[in-house]
């Protein structure tokens, strides 16, 4: 069954550091998405990106953040100049053209230190 | 804006109790509803979903029925196991939301007893 991979499962930076995070998204799918989850709590948008722009960004989104898709198969999310409260689970999720639900990935978590 | 909001955890339930979990969401348009669970250590899982008012979603013994009436989404399941112990997100998601993002409610942590 197709799904959507993250890389890394885990990855630890300083403060300050630029991180890249990696998606495969499900091959057929034209939405992509970006949401983070802070430990034990709710699931955040953070971006979705359509066409080749983003088409919705949430106020998290700010300058630190970038997105990518740099080839026809991955979707990236840049952060700049990491924070310690840039800790948190990322999960990438992907949806076809007309399709209901996002399918999501494992998530990458991010430590920052 | 649209959002969701599900009752507050955590759950604890023994073994081949009966489950609810109330879910209601406030939305502009028709959205689609869905119920994610995330096991520890875990990503995101569909657990299922409906598309429009009236429509049950199932799935492992798990059940949730549109109603567009009562804007409810409540996820139920009547005899749970050990195994169901997890973290359950009722979430919708609108076409006419930019970007077709889905929206999540702030989850609720299932714990289930042998």
């Known amino acids: 069954e197709p799904e959507v991979t993250q890389t890394p499962s885990h990855q630890v930076t300083q403060m300050g550091q630029e991180v890249i995070l990696r998606c495969v998204p499900i091959s057929n799918h034209l939405y992509f998405y970006w949401y983070r989850q802070i430990l034990g709590q709710k699931v955040e948008f953070l971006v979705s990106?359509?066409?080749?722009?983003?088409?919705?960004k949430s106020e998290i989104f700010d300058d630190q953040f970038s997105v990518e898709r740099p080839d026809g198969s991955n979707f990236t999310l840049k952060i700049r100049s990491t924070k310690l409260e840039d800790s948190a689970m990322y999960f990438c999720?992907?949806?076809?053209?007309?399709?209901?639900?996002?399918?999501f990935g494992q998530g990458t978590r991010l430590t920052v230190v | 804006g649209d959002s969701v909001t599900q009752m507050e955890g955590p759950v604890t339930l023994s073994e081949e109790a009966f489950l609810t979990i109330n879910c209601t969401y406030t939305?502009?348009?028709?959205?689609?509803l869905f119920w994610y669970v995330q096991y520890p250590g875990e990503g995101l899982q569909l657990l299922l979903k409906a598309t429009k008012a009236d429509d049950k979603g199932s799935n492992k013994g798990f059940e949730a029925t549109y109603r567009k009436e009562t804007t409810s989404f409540h996820l139920e399941k009547g005899s749970v196991q050990v195994s169901d112990s997890a973290v359950y997100f009722c979430?919708?998601?609108?076409?006419?939301?930019?970007?077709?993002?889905?929206?999540f409610g702030a989850g609720t942590r299932l714990f289930v007893k042998a």
């Open positions: 999720a992907s949806r076809s053209e007309g399709g209901t639900e996002a399918f």
């Open positions: 990106f359509y066409n080749n722009e983003i088409s919705e």
């Open positions: 979430a919708l998601s609108d076409r006419n939301t930019g970007g077709f993002k889905t929206i």
């Open positions: 939305a502009t348009g028709y959205p689609s």
